[in-house]
């Protein structure tokens, strides 16, 4: 059982004796803001895709020195060296150590080495099967031109080893096999400084294999790239979140409140950590509380977190989000382009379409998924704040702390367990869970959480924002949003965990304010406290979405980014991912 005094009363109600109202400008963002991540599973992730950066960059500056070849086609096809001419010289540009060279295919047989040998092995059990293409990067090997002339001896470029285009092979069932002496190949040469060296090589019939080292190394970069951009993109938080995370972090939660107005005390349970969707500001403490619930404080104003205290936050226009967005979108643009349109073999033609394929369906993932969130954030900021005080019948949103009705609140027991007792409730969802261990046919085992039984309930709660307090039914709402987890007890393979709204939570609510009818209304009830006729409930209207969260505006809002991250930066790169397509 979980024992709790309030141990943050005194320091809330010199906090609330104290207090300044919040710097406006703390929330307000300007044109481009640095967001750091600020949980641990971020900052790995930071660090992760940092790394990855370094990695691209070395694949880069290892790119040049790499000689850059020529496509097949642009070599001068001989049939014999002689034929070699220097005026078919080119500059042999990056990678290379300088100069000028000649390239040039040739159909020849070999006289003399090894180039292939290939054969295939089985595992220790004899079952499974393995075939091996072993090419030789320091072969050497005596050719004869198959049209005539002399005979040449010729190795591997130092600076690209072997490349030979072979028949593929499925084993079992095939003898060792070489590319060597007998076999008719196609070379592709280069002459450099009157040295002749083998850049790729067509055996059995087959074409001459491109060399695209060099274009291959930029490649890898890019693909890094572009997924440690998408990391960094996932990663980097909104521009106010870590803010109002600091704001929140000030102070840590107390006991919940139970009992009925006039009749209250600390709650018996767990104490909430503080997670997203916590106070940002500190609340009202329960000494400012008056006993009747449909009463305004004794300040007679709206509590500080209320939207039209601190109006409404604007986000930075641009973040890391937006800029990673953008390296990623136009990196995977130029690859898909590069594989598409420089030279290269079947493989970069297919990676090519798919990748084009892959970047359409990411942006268009984008623009929808981005849409409807700035949709539904900008449907709570535009609709405006009602005072419970003056809030008149019809759709309203409302954002104040939970406090118990006249009904009283919760007393839960998790599971039917008095140790496991959670006082000050006004909704709850529990679950109880077993942790089972199977086996398969091969004797792999799995273990997992399985849930054996679970429960809901709500009851009436006050909704206080300064000025008054107003009824809610939480269960004329689909769902009720309560956050994270409250607690955890676990015993053995056993464990149960509930999530709770309770007294003293933030609260926001968007729902119908409706008149409650004589037999709704509680003996004794101050009809002239206006608020006290009325009751929230979540019946919707035709268009009108309603929801209810434990958090107030600023707690939801927390992830808005700007409607150009949000909308107009996904469309720009929609509209962009259409190049390779048009390339």
Known sequence: MFSRSYDNQITQAAYMGNKSKIDHTSLQHGFFQFTFPHTWKAIVAWVIAFMMFLAAGLFLMFS??????????????????????????????????????TFVTMDVVIEQGVLVHGYWTLDSDGENCTDHTDEYDNAVITVKPISGGDSFTLGWHDK?????????????????????????VKLFMVQEDGELSMLSVGAEGLKIGERTDREDAQRVGLAITIVASLIMMYNTPTSMSNDIKKLRERWGNSPFVHGTPGNLQS????????????WVLP?????????????????????EEHPNVIGTPHPATFTLFSINGIVFVFTSIWLASDLLARHGDDFHQWAGQILRVVIIIFTLTWTYFAWKKWKLMHNILDTPSSRVRSVAAGAAELVGQVRPAPTGTIDLQVGGYPEFQVQGVVAYRWKEEEYVCTRDNDGNESCSWESRRSDSNSTRFMLHDGTGGILVEPDTWDEVNMGDQ????????????????????????????????NADKEEGLDVAIPNSHLVVRGNKDIGMQVHLHRGTEISILSNLRSTTESIVMPLIMLTFSAIPFIW
Do not use: F, H, K, M
């Open 160 to 184: 690209l080893g072997s490349e030979v285009n072979t028949v593929n092979r499925n084993c079992p069932g095939y003898d060792d096999w070489y590319i060597a002496e007998g076999d008719v």
């Open 283 to 303: 609340p009202p403490g329960l000494e400012t509380w008056p006993d009747n619930p449909y009463q305004s404080n004794e300040e007679n104003v709206l509590i």
């Open 64 to 101: 040049l020195d790499i000689p850059d070849v020529p496509p097949v086609s642009e070599a001068i096809s001989i049939d014999n060296l002689d034929e070699i001419d220097e005026d078919d010289e080119v500059d042999l540009g990056q990678g290379w150590d300088g100069g000028t060279g």
């Open 267 to 278: 709650a018996i349970g767990p104490i909430r950590s503080i997670d997203e969707s916590d």
């Open 486 to 517: 409250l607690y955890n007890w676990q015993s053995g393979n056993w464990r149960w965990t509930v999530w709770v709204l309770a007294a003293g939570d933030p609260v926001y609510c968007l729902g119908r304010v409706e008149s409650r009818t």
